[in-house]
Each structure stands twice: as structure tokens, then as C-alpha cells.
């Protein structure tokens, strides 16, 4: 690391600093601050001090709003205007500021890892470049000639032979060609080959228009030898300008035929393709696409489960699922007539009839069916039948259909790997290139790591010719590739979808791109960027994160990883509780300086204070889970167990398997059997134990709520108690109020003025919006009237705008209000105010809403909880809260899964399950299932690695995980 850690104090006095004075953002108390210039610097705290407030809210909103105010006001009103400026009295020393956050923005489907990257732009211009084309049909290399070399092959070839010379007008193509054929006539041609067959060209010819066909126009018709050459000479040039650079040379006497371009071409086929350009190689262009899919390598197709469930039934009882059962109209009376042509009925049960009519029923005939109904208006009709899946897919695909009727189609689809490109996304043109033996779509799949060597070896595979075109074009591919294994991505592939990828993933990919850009004199705010990573790639993130420091940049990141802080240059501390409680700086300096402080942070960084499971390790109630066969992306068909009435930790290095495990194999899988849910899950082949739970719940990070509106009295239904509380009120009971009249978001009760938000958007044109409290309600939400119904001298308004703490005293005399109240309270959220809206809440928070809200359910100890990465943004403290939380949900018999790299988290599980050894194809093997301790002997496990050391440092015991010792 560089020697910056001595110098900040220094740049500080200097002003050579970006200096933060009287910040007020959200909980913020009016702080200064200032960040060292050309400095790692880390903002921590606990979840809800004010971290991001600080540093999104404040500084990255301030960089933004200066960035937009460089516009003109003409150009900013097309940038949606204005950005509010935040609430602080001044910053200086502020450069360009780009943030990367953890959320995958990205959920187009046509993004990939490789695009987003612009490593495929690369491969695209290298294979467009460099690249050795062959035939799709019969793999030959493709071949490119001159018209002069055209000229000698002919004389070379077939001296002394009877040939015609061809130019191809028409290439598998449907069409009667009467327009075509007159065309020629008048240009003097006699002859044309027709489907492989010299026809004359006479007035009015013309083909059937259904049918393909191929039309060659015959130029010549000569024998071949040296006193000819000036012939061939002007009627090769001629046959080449009418077949636009493709030229056939048919022999007379074998009636073989020979192909020529000036074009790529086949030999053998007369195949041609276009010269190569980057477009040809993108499944976002119409020259590269699959013309199928559209490159987007899936497609939709008819399930056959879903529209015929039971075949037990006949057609007329319902059992084509989409028709329901037999109704008098058209759609049924062809089926009828289908049914005649093969001597059944419609009431035949489906199991009973011939897979040639169900294949007629759902894909359709074109042969004309003739219906009797006296429906039509006359005793005989004949007409053509579309089938039952093309109906459903027309309805699912077409632009002008209503959404209700795509509703209905799609639920009778199914997605799937298209057929034609086989999911590689392009046609077949552009998978016919290849390099060093390889074609695009298969360097796309290689993850980050087997990608690397591959580069490094090209060079032995190409030519001089092709070394020389290549060689700054693989610069730039290695130059990425390098700073995605540096952030610890290596594990992912080049054709990975942009939206599946997890927020820490994108992050990273955007950290390794910035650094890639080699911008300098810039502000970076990063969010926890250590989220998803496993201790063994940690380091080379902060050696990245050093990287962009050292160039000339000021990196700032907020961050609660132990590593991150030791490795910064300067550390701010936030607190020093959540909330109300925190808002404050209660520590800035080194990091060495901060072991020494007395802060809640410092206290765990020194081991002073520890986090440490109260009880012994628990053994379960004897039931478990039984996985057998997951083989979903890298799993390597793996069988696991979870035990039930444990706390089971699931580890392993980033892109191991993990995610596929638990979020895309079990969960759907379990979902699916008690809940009717439509996610499929991942491949597997069985699963045992389900009778012996009755619900299973994901909690993960995601907002409590959509709107402003949103909070957690609401989302707990505390906000529905309290409303019952007030209805009963005699002043209510006098006035004839119902629940609806407490509600902020009906009419009756609320603020008409603000509908119910307490504060009014004021619209500046082309400045920020203004909101400016509600003249009418005060920013109370409420009318006049309905503020006039009061419990102990306290209207619904004032109750919305207690803190939890002070409500568990207000209602302590209401059991059914205070028992929900004191699960907030216990999950450590006494501090936010009842109405608070849900956007003001950090994720960690509202993960922990979401447990108090289970913890307040009356359940059978027979759930299973899942957790993805639960410690994202949770300082030392709140693990250990979070910690305690999950405990008692194991205490009244229930199970829960996490997802975790926490070495916390891990040591206080009692069960572990760890997928590896490595990441992508690496990965994807059961290293270890069973208990926590025992890990340490599984020799191939990095986590055991960090376990057994964790272990031998002697972190045990200081703080002990009591539910009372919990607030």
C-alpha cells in the first residue's frame, strides 16, 4: 500500500480535501466532515447511522446536481429537469462523481456480461478481422477469388470441356418470377436453369409461387479452350455482374456444377457470405441474429403439460385446458371435423386418440376441412384449421393483442433454448467463423479465468498475417479481462445475462470497467463492494480498489468488512446507534488510530467486543430435507441434506453454486409442491421430507413497500390494529367512523389538499422540484375532523409520528398493539417512527421489519426461512441483533437456511453446507455437509481454510447472542 495514511492529516490542513460542512440529509446532525484527497477512504457505522446518507444523498446527489446544472435550461428540462440540492451548507474540493451501487439496473435481456464489459465488442471486431470463414453445409473453408482468378481457374479447369456459364438471380426463394423471366427475355437471354433443370424462356413463363425454387440465367453456352478466352473473358464479366459477384460454371457433359465468387463462397455448395464485419457477429443487429429468437437464444413454445393436463379426459369434458370444455362455436366444430377424418369423436377420452390428430388438433392442416353446421348459414363449409398452439403463440406475440389475452397465452408457454442456434444467440453464418478452432458463441461461453488462457495461447494458433491484425485488439481483450479477475469475477462467463447477475456482481463489473477507463481526478462511491465475495478473493478487491486510488482518483466506500477498513487511508466512523441515535461522526482518522478509539466499531475491530453463539450447537429434531441430483448451471448433480430445527449455513467462494442451490433449486422446488407456484427450478430428479414443513419464506433486503406511502406500522399490520383502536374510540363511535376514515391512502379521512403524503410537489420548471409541507393538513396527512378523535390526548397522527420505543410505552396497556410493538423493538428498530416511509429505510432494516413481522405470526415450528447474504450493509452490532433474531426463530422449532461468507455468521451455524472447491465450471461439487466444526478437516475447502483460522485467533465468547441482551 502507498504511504497516503501519513499524509492525510497533512492533506486536510492543506485543503486538499473534499470538506463537507453542515450536512442534514435524512438523519444526518448538521456534521462536517472532510475526505483526503487521492485516498481510499471507508464511511462505516451501524445499518441506519447515516453512511449512505452521507455518501449517496449527499455527496454523489451534490456532484450530480452540479453536473446537470452545466446544462443549458433548455437541456436540462430534457433530463427531466432540475435534481434537488441536498440538504447541506456547503461542499468544496468536489470533482466529478460516479457512483457504483449494488442493484442490477440492468435487466434487458440482450445484455450480457461480455457486453456490458465490452470485451465482445472486442471479440467482435477480432473475429471480423481475423477469423477463417466455413461452410454451415458441408464445413469446408470458404474460399474468395478474383475475377481474373476466376478467369484461369475456368480455363485450368475445364479446358477442353462444354460448360455454360450461370449467374444466379434467385436463391431458394418462393415466387412465381413472371416479372423476373419477362425482364431477361427483353435483355436477350434464351435460356434459364430452373431448379437444376435449362428451360427456354418464353412470353409469360412463370413458377408456382408456393414452392422454392433456385434461377440461374444461362450467359453462354461454349467450349472451353485458349482461342476462346476473350469470349469467356466478356461473358464470365457479364455472368458476374448479373449474379451480383457469383458465378456458376455447369459441365455439359459430367452436369456437374462448379461455384465462383468474388464473395466468400463454399466450393462445393456455392454457399456465399458477405465480408465480415463487427455487425455480423451481434445478436442485437438483424446481419448477426439468430433469425429465430432474435438474439435472444430462448423462444416460447406450447407446453404440452399445460395444455393437455389430463388426458384422461375427452376434448368435449375439457381436456384441451385452453378451450375449456365443448362450446357450440367454430373452434370446436373443426376439431369435429378432424375428429370424423379419423373415426372418433370429441368425447373419445384424449389417451384414446391417434398422436396424428392431437399433432392436427394442436399444430393445425393446411388440408380443407368440411364442416356441417347450420350455424355457418349453409349445410356445408370447408376451410383450413391453425391449431390450438399456433392460436395460443399468435396470441402471446402479436403486438396488437390485448394484454389480457397475452395473460391467458402465456400461461399455457413454456421458455426454452432455441432450437435453431441452439441458445448461442446468432445465426448460422456468423457461428461458421472460427479462431484457433473456435467459434464466437464458444469464447462467449468460457467464464473469465479459462478465457484468459485461451488468449494467452493464440498467439501459437495464427498466422503472421493474423498476429499483426490481432495484436492490439487482444491488448485491449486482456487489458479487461485482467481487471475482471482482479475483482474477483473470473468465476463468470462472457455470455452470462446482465440481469441474473447479483448487485455486489454488478458492481464489481462496473468497478472493473471504471478502472479500465482510466479516468483520473475523479470522486467513486462505492456501496459495499466485499458483498457476495468470499474472504479468499477479498484482497484482490481492496488491491483494485488501491488500483483506481493510485492512478489519481479519490475512492470513497462504504463498507463494514474488517479487511476493507485495516487497508484504507482513512476511516469515518457514523453513529453512534441508528436512527435518531446516530447522524453523527464519532470517529475520523487511520485505521490504526480508530483501534484505539472508543466506538462501537473500534470495539470489534480490537476484539474487544465479539459476536458469539450463546448455546451449544443444536442437533435438530431428527427430520430433514433431502435434495438428491441438483444439477441446475455448475451443480455437478450433487444429492444434499438439510437437517430441520437448525440454523444451516451454506458457503462457498463467489459463482461456486450456492445461489443455485438454495434460490433457484429448492426454494422454486418447494414452492412449487406446497404453493402451486409457477417459477420452475432448476433440474434435479427428487426431494424428500416435505411433510415435514407447512411454509417456506424467503427474507431478503427488498423494500417493505412501493410508495412513500409504505412503512412499517403497515407492513407489520401494526398500522391496522391501531386503526381498530381509534374506531372504537366513543367520539368515533358518535361520528359513525369506519377503519377507512383512519387510512391516508382512501378518501374520507385524509387530507384532500395532499391526498394523504403530508407535503405538496411544487413544479419549478426548470429548477428542482420543491416539496413543501401541506398547507392544509401541516404535513399531518389527516383532515381537521378526523385529527379531532384522540386516545389519551394523542390524535392518529401524533401516534404515526412516534418513535417504536415511545409507542411500546404509549399502548403498553393494549396487549394485541404492544406484543407487535415489542418484536420491533427487540429486532432493534426502536428508534424509526412508526409512519416513517419504507424508502427512508436501509435494506438491513428492512430485513428486519420483515422478521418482526414474522416473529409476531403465530406459526406451527414448521417453517423454513431463507436467507440470501443477510449481513449485506449490517455493521458488527446488527449481525450480532440479526443473529439473535434467527435464533429465536430456530427456538420455537423452525429452520433457516443463509447463503453467508460472514465468518461470523458461519461459526455460529450449526449446520454447513459448502459448494466448490472454485467458482463457474471450478465449482459446483459438495465439499462438506455437517457440522460447523468439523469442517476444518475437509482439505479442499477454502472455507475451512478461514474457519480454522478464525478459530485458532481465539474469537470466543465476549458477547454472548441472549434474546434480552438483543436491543
Same mark, same amino acid.
Given at each position: 500500500?502507498?504511504?497516503?495514511?501519513?499524509?492525510?492529516?497533512?492533506?486536510?490542513?492543506?485543503?486538499?480535501?473534499?470538506?463537507?460542512?453542515?450536512?442534514?440529509?435524512?438523519?444526518?446532525?448538521?456534521?462536517?466532515?472532510?475526505?483526503?484527497?487521492?485516498?481510499?477512504?471507508?464511511?462505516?457505522?451501524?445499518?441506519?447511522?447515516?453512511?449512505?446518507?452521507?455518501?449517496?444523498?449527499?455527496?454523489?446527489?451534490?456532484?450530480?446536481?452540479?453536473?446537470?446544472?452545466?446544462?443549458?435550461?433548455?437541456?436540462?428540462?430534457?433530463?427531466?429537469?432540475?435534481?434537488?440540492?441536498?440538504?447541506?451548507?456547503?461542499?468544496?474540493?468536489?470533482?466529478?462523481?460516479?457512483?457504483?451501487?449494488?442493484?442490477?439496473?440492468?435487466?434487458?435481456?440482450?445484455?450480457?456480461?461480455?457486453?456490458?464489459?465490452?470485451?465482445?465488442?472486442?471479440?467482435?471486431?477480432?473475429?471480423?478481422?481475423?477469423?477463417?470463414?466455413?461452410?454451415?453445409?458441408?464445413?469446408?473453408?470458404?474460399?474468395?477469388?478474383?475475377?481474373?482468378?476466376?478467369?484461369?481457374?475456368?480455363?485450368?479447369?475445364?479446358?477442353?470441356?462444354?460448360?455454360?456459364?450461370?449467374?444466379?438471380?434467385?436463391?431458394?426463394?418462393?415466387?412465381?418470377?413472371?416479372?423476373?423471366?419477362?425482364?431477361?427475355?427483353?435483355?436477350?437471354?434464351?435460356?434459364?436453369?430452373?431448379?437444376?433443370?435449362?428451360?427456354?424462356?418464353?412470353?409469360?413463363?412463370?413458377?408456382?409461387?408456393?414452392?422454392?425454387?433456385?434461377?440461374?440465367?444461362?450467359?453462354?453456352?461454349?467450349?472451353?479452350?485458349?482461342?476462346?478466352?476473350?469470349?469467356?473473358?466478356?461473358?464470365?464479366?457479364?455472368?458476374?455482374?448479373?449474379?451480383?459477384?457469383?458465378?456458376?460454371?455447369?459441365?455439359?457433359?459430367?452436369?456437374?456444377?462448379?461455384?465462383?465468387?468474388?464473395?466468400?463462397?463454399?466450393?462445393?455448395?456455392?454457399?456465399?457470405?458477405?465480408?465480415?464485419?463487427?455487425?455480423?457477429?451481434?445478436?442485437?443487429?438483424?446481419?448477426?441474429?439468430?433469425?429465430?429468437?432474435?438474439?435472444?437464444?430462448?423462444?416460447?413454445?406450447?407446453?404440452?403439460?399445460?395444455?393437455?393436463?389430463?388426458?384422461?379426459?375427452?376434448?368435449?369434458?375439457?381436456?384441451?385446458?385452453?378451450?375449456?370444455?365443448?362450446?357450440?362455436?367454430?373452434?370446436?366444430?373443426?376439431?369435429?371435423?378432424?375428429?370424423?377424418?379419423?373415426?372418433?369423436?370429441?368425447?373419445?377420452?384424449?389417451?384414446?386418440?391417434?398422436?396424428?390428430?392431437?399433432?392436427?388438433?394442436?399444430?393445425?392442416?393446411?388440408?380443407?376441412?368440411?364442416?356441417?353446421?347450420?350455424?355457418?348459414?349453409?349445410?356445408?363449409?370447408?376451410?383450413?384449421?391453425?391449431?390450438?398452439?399456433?392460436?395460443?403463440?399468435?396470441?402471446?406475440?402479436?403486438?396488437?393483442?390485448?394484454?389480457?389475452?397475452?395473460?391467458?397465452?402465456?400461461?399455457?408457454?413454456?421458455?426454452?433454448?432455441?432450437?435453431?442456434?441452439?441458445?448461442?444467440?446468432?445465426?448460422?453464418?456468423?457461428?461458421?467463423?472460427?479462431?484457433?478452432?473456435?467459434?464466437?458463441?464458444?469464447?462467449?461461453?468460457?467464464?473469465?479465468?479459462?478465457?484468459?488462457?485461451?488468449?494467452?495461447?493464440?498467439?501459437?494458433?495464427?498466422?503472421?498475417?493474423?498476429?499483426?491484425?490481432?495484436?492490439?485488439?487482444?491488448?485491449?481483450?486482456?487489458?479487461?479481462?485482467?481487471?475482471?479477475?482482479?475483482?474477483?469475477?473470473?468465476?463468470?462467463?462472457?455470455?452470462?445475462?446482465?440481469?441474473?447477475?447479483?448487485?455486489?456482481?454488478?458492481?464489481?463489473?462496473?468497478?472493473?470497467?471504471?478502472?479500465?477507463?482510466?479516468?483520473?481526478?475523479?470522486?467513486?462511491?462505492?456501496?459495499?463492494?466485499?458483498?457476495?465475495?468470499?474472504?479468499?478473493?477479498?484482497?484482490?478487491?481492496?488491491?483494485?480498489?488501491?488500483?483506481?486510488?493510485?492512478?489519481?482518483?479519490?475512492?470513497?466506500?462504504?463498507?463494514?468488512?474488517?479487511?476493507?477498513?485495516?487497508?484504507?487511508?482513512?476511516?469515518?466512523?457514523?453513529?453512534?446507534?441508528?436512527?435518531?441515535?446516530?447522524?453523527?461522526?464519532?470517529?475520523?482518522?487511520?485505521?490504526?488510530?480508530?483501534?484505539?478509539?472508543?466506538?462501537?466499531?473500534?470495539?470489534?475491530?480490537?476484539?474487544?467486543?465479539?459476536?458469539?453463539?450463546?448455546?451449544?450447537?443444536?442437533?435438530?429434531?431428527?427430520?430433514?430435507?433431502?435434495?438428491?441430483?441438483?444439477?441446475?448451471?455448475?451443480?455437478?448433480?450433487?444429492?444434499?441434506?438439510?437437517?430441520?430445527?437448525?440454523?444451516?449455513?451454506?458457503?462457498?467462494?463467489?459463482?461456486?453454486?450456492?445461489?443455485?442451490?438454495?434460490?433457484?433449486?429448492?426454494?422454486?422446488?418447494?414452492?412449487?409442491?406446497?404453493?402451486?407456484?409457477?417459477?420452475?427450478?432448476?433440474?434435479?430428479?427428487?426431494?424428500?421430507?416435505?411433510?415435514?414443513?407447512?411454509?417456506?419464506?424467503?427474507?431478503?433486503?427488498?423494500?417493505?413497500?412501493?410508495?412513500?406511502?409504505?412503512?412499517?406500522?403497515?407492513?407489520?399490520?401494526?398500522?391496522?390494529?391501531?386503526?381498530?383502536?381509534?374506531?372504537?374510540?366513543?367520539?368515533?363511535?358518535?361520528?359513525?367512523?369506519?377503519?377507512?376514515?383512519?387510512?391516508?391512502?382512501?378518501?374520507?379521512?385524509?387530507?384532500?389538499?395532499?391526498?394523504?403524503?403530508?407535503?405538496?410537489?411544487?413544479?419549478?420548471?426548470?429548477?428542482?422540484?420543491?416539496?413543501?409541507?401541506?398547507?392544509?393538513?401541516?404535513?399531518?396527512?389527516?383532515?381537521?375532523?378526523?385529527?379531532?378523535?384522540?386516545?389519551?390526548?394523542?390524535?392518529?397522527?401524533?401516534?404515526?409520528?412516534?418513535?417504536?420505543?415511545?409507542?411500546?410505552?404509549? %399502548? *403498553?396497556? &393494549?396487549?394485541?398493539? @404492544?406484543?407487535? #410493538?415489542?418484536? +420491533?423493538? /427487540?429486532? !432493534?428498530?426502536?428508534? $424509526?417512527?412508526?409512519?416513517?416511509?419504507?424508502?427512508?429505510?436501509?435494506?438491513?432494516?428492512?430485513?428486519?421489519?420483515?422478521?418482526?413481522?414474522?416473529?409476531?405470526?403465530?406459526?406451527?415450528?414448521?417453517?423454513?426461512?431463507?436467507?440470501?447474504?443477510?449481513?449485506?450493509?449490517?455493521? %458488527? *452490532?446488527? &449481525?450480532?441483533?440479526? @443473529?439473535?433474531? #434467527?435464533?429465536? +426463530?430456530? /427456538?420455537? !422449532?423452525?429452520?433457516? $437456511?443463509?447463503?453467508?461468507?460472514?465468518?461470523?455468521?458461519?461459526?455460529?451455524?450449526?449446520?454447513?453446507?459448502?459448494?466448490?472447491?472454485?467458482?463457474?465450471?471450478?465449482?459446483?461439487?459438495?465439499?462438506?455437509?455437517?457440522?460447523?466444526?468439523?469442517?476444518?478437516?475437509?482439505?479442499?475447502?477454502?472455507?475451512?481454510?478461514?474457519?480454522?483460522?478464525? #478459530?485458532?485467533?481465539?474469537?470466543?465468547?465476549?458477547?454472548?447472542?441472549?434474546?434480552?441482551?438483543?436491543?
Amino acid at each position: 500500500m502507498r504511504d497516503t495514511v501519513i499524509n492525510v492529516k497533512d492533506k486536510i490542513a492543506l485543503h486538499d480535501a473534499v470538506e463537507v460542512y453542515g450536512a442534514r440529509v435524512h438523519n444526518l446532525k448538521n456534521i462536517d466532515v472532510c475526505i483526503p484527497r487521492h485516498s481510499l477512504t471507508v464511511i462505516t457505522g451501524m445499518s441506519g447511522s447515516g453512511k449512505s446518507s452521507l455518501a449517496f444523498d449527499t455527496l454523489f446527489a451534490e456532484g450530480q446536481r452540479r453536473y446537470i446544472e452545466t446544462f443549458s435550461a433548455y437541456a436540462r428540462n430534457f433530463l427531466g429537469g432540475g435534481m434537488e440540492r441536498p440538504d447541506v451548507d456547503e461542499i468544496k474540493g468536489l470533482s466529478p462523481v460516479i457512483s457504483i451501487e449494488q442493484k442490477t439496473t440492468n435487466r434487458n435481456p440482450r445484455s450480457t456480461v461480455g457486453t456490458v464489459t465490452e470485451v465482445y465488442d472486442f471479440f467482435r471486431l477480432l473475429f471480423a478481422r481475423a477469423a477463417e470463414a466455413y461452410s454451415y453445409a458441408g464445413g469446408k473453408k470458404m474460399v474468395k477469388y478474383t475475377e481474373e482468378q476466376i478467369f484461369h481457374l475456368i480455363l485450368e479447369k475445364y479446358d477442353g470441356r462444354k460448360i455454360a456459364l450461370l449467374a444466379p438471380v434467385v436463391r431458394s426463394r418462393k415466387g412465381h418470377y413472371k416479372e423476373l423471366f419477362e425482364r431477361l427475355r427483353k435483355k436477350g437471354y434464351l435460356h434459364v436453369r430452373v431448379d437444376g433443370e435449362i428451360r427456354e424462356i418464353l412470353h409469360g413463363m412463370k413458377l408456382d409461387r408456393y414452392k422454392m425454387h433456385d434461377v440461374e440465367v444461362q450467359i453462354d453456352k461454349l467450349r472451353v479452350a485458349s482461342d476462346q478466352s476473350k469470349r469467356i473473358a466478356e461473358s464470365l464479366a457479364l455472368a458476374m455482374r448479373e449474379g451480383e459477384g457469383l458465378v456458376m460454371v455447369l459441365d455439359s457433359e459430367k452436369n456437374e456444377v462448379g461455384h465462383f465468387s468474388r464473395m466468400m463462397m463454399c466450393p462445393d455448395t456455392g454457399i456465399s457470405y458477405s465480408d465480415p464485419a463487427p455487425h455480423n457477429f451481434s445478436f442485437n443487429s438483424p446481419h448477426g441474429y439468430c433469425p429465430r429468437c432474435k438474439g435472444l437464444g430462448e423462444v416460447n413454445l406450447p407446453d404440452m403439460d399445460k395444455i393437455i393436463p389430463f388426458r384422461e379426459k375427452s376434448i368435449y369434458e375439457g381436456g384441451i385446458e385452453p378451450l375449456g370444455k365443448y362450446k357450440n362455436n367454430l373452434f370446436f366444430w373443426q376439431i369435429e371435423a378432424l375428429c370424423e377424418k379419423y373415426d372418433v369423436t370429441i368425447k373419445t377420452p384424449l389417451r384414446d386418440l391417434p398422436e396424428e390428430l392431437i399433432e392436427d388438433i394442436l399444430y393445425g392442416t393446411d388440408e380443407l376441412l368440411t364442416i356441417n353446421n347450420k350455424a355457418l348459414g349453409q349445410s356445408r363449409y370447408a376451410l383450413t384449421f391453425d391449431g390450438v398452439a399456433k392460436y395460443i403463440l399468435m396470441q402471446a406475440e402479436e403486438s396488437d393483442a390485448s394484454a389480457t389475452a397475452q395473460k391467458w397465452a402465456d400461461q399455457f408457454l413454456k421458455t426454452t433454448t432455441c432450437p435453431d442456434c441452439a441458445g448461442k444467440r446468432l445465426n448460422k453464418e456468423a457461428l461458421s467463423y472460427r479462431l484457433a478452432g473456435k467459434d464466437i458463441a464458444e469464447v462467449n461461453a468460457m467464464d473469465i479465468k479459462t478465457l484468459i488462457e485461451w488468449v494467452d495461447s493464440l498467439d501459437e494458433h495464427l498466422s503472421d498475417t493474423q498476429r499483426a491484425i490481432s495484436i492490439e485488439i487482444l491488448k485491449e481483450i486482456r487489458t479487461r479481462l485482467g481487471f475482471l479477475k482482479d475483482v474477483g469475477l473470473e468465476y463468470l462467463t462472457m455470455n452470462r445475462a446482465a440481469a441474473s447477475l447479483s448487485g455486489g456482481e454488478s458492481q464489481r463489473i462496473r468497478l472493473a470497467t471504471q478502472i479500465g477507463s482510466k479516468l483520473v481526478e475523479v470522486l467513486y462511491i462505492l456501496d459495499e463492494p466485499s458483498i457476495g465475495l468470499h474472504q479468499r478473493d477479498n484482497l484482490r478487491l481492496i488491491h483494485s480498489l488501491q488500483d483506481l486510488r493510485d492512478i489519481g482518483n479519490t475512492v470513497v466506500v462504504v463498507e463494514h468488512d474488517q479487511d476493507m477498513m485495516m487497508h484504507a487511508d482513512y476511516v469515518i466512523d457514523l453513529g453512534p446507534r441508528a436512527g435518531r441515535h446516530g447522524g453523527e461522526v464519532v470517529f475520523a482518522g487511520s485505521p490504526e488510530e480508530m483501534v484505539q478509539a472508543d466506538t462501537l466499531t473500534a470495539d470489534y475491530i480490537s476484539g474487544r467486543k465479539r459476536i458469539e453463539k450463546s448455546i451449544g450447537r443444536r442437533d435438530g429434531n431428527g427430520k430433514t430435507i433431502k435434495l438428491f441430483g441438483a444439477k441446475g448451471n455448475n451443480l455437478q448433480n450433487i444429492d444434499v441434506i438439510f437437517p430441520l430445527g437448525v440454523f444451516i449455513c451454506v458457503t462457498g467462494v463467489s459463482g461456486s453454486g450456492k445461489s443455485t442451490l438454495i434460490n433457484k433449486t429448492l426454494f422454486p422446488a418447494i414452492s412449487q409442491k406446497l404453493y402451486r407456484s409457477l417459477q420452475d427450478p432448476m433440474p434435479y430428479d427428487r426431494i424428500e421430507g416435505l411433510e415435514h414443513i407447512d411454509k417456506i419464506i424467503a427474507v431478503d433486503q427488498s423494500p417493505i413497500g412501493r410508495t412513500l406511502r409504505s412503512n412499517a406500522a403497515t407492513y407489520t399490520g401494526l398500522f391496522t390494529d391501531i386503526r381498530a383502536l381509534f374506531v372504537g374510540l366513543p367520539e368515533s363511535k358518535a361520528r359513525g367512523y369506519k377503519p377507512g376514515r383512519f387510512s391516508f391512502n382512501v378518501k374520507g379521512g385524509r387530507c384532500e389538499v395532499c391526498k394523504g403524503n403530508g407535503y405538496k410537489t411544487i413544479e419549478m420548471n426548470f429548477l428542482p422540484d420543491v416539496f413543501a409541507p401541506c398547507e392544509g393538513c401541516r404535513g399531518k396527512r389527516y383532515n381537521r375532523e378526523t385529527l379531532e378523535v384522540r386516545y389519551k390526548g394523542k390524535s392518529i397522527a401524533d401516534v404515526l409520528d412516534m418513535t417504536i420505543n415511545k409507542a411500546v410505552e404509549f %399502548f *403498553e396497556h &393494549v396487549p394485541h398493539i @404492544l406484543s407487535k #410493538l415489542s418484536v +420491533l423493538q /427487540e429486532v !432493534g428498530l426502536g428508534y $424509526i417512527k412508526l409512519g416513517q416511509p419504507s424508502s427512508t429505510l436501509s435494506g438491513g432494516e428492512c430485513q428486519r421489519v420483515k422478521l418482526a413481522a414474522e416473529l409476531s405470526k403465530r406459526d406451527t415450528g414448521n417453517t423454513l426461512y431463507v436467507l440470501d447474504e443477510p449481513t449485506t450493509g449490517l455493521h %458488527f *452490532e446488527d &449481525v450480532r441483533v440479526l @443473529l439473535g433474531i #434467527l435464533n429465536r +426463530l430456530i /427456538e420455537r !422449532g423452525n429452520t433457516v $437456511i443463509v447463503i453467508e461468507h460472514n465468518l461470523d455468521v458461519i461459526r455460529c451455524a450449526d449446520y454447513l453446507i459448502d459448494i466448490g472447491p472454485e467458482g463457474g465450471a471450478g465449482g459446483g461439487r459438495l465439499l462438506y455437509q455437517g457440522k460447523m466444526e468439523d469442517i476444518i478437516e475437509c482439505r479442499n475447502s477454502y472455507t475451512a481454510q478461514f474457519v480454522k483460522a478464525e #478459530l485458532e485467533r481465539g474469537r470466543m465468547g465476549a458477547v454472548h447472542m441472549n434474546s434480552a441482551d438483543n436491543i
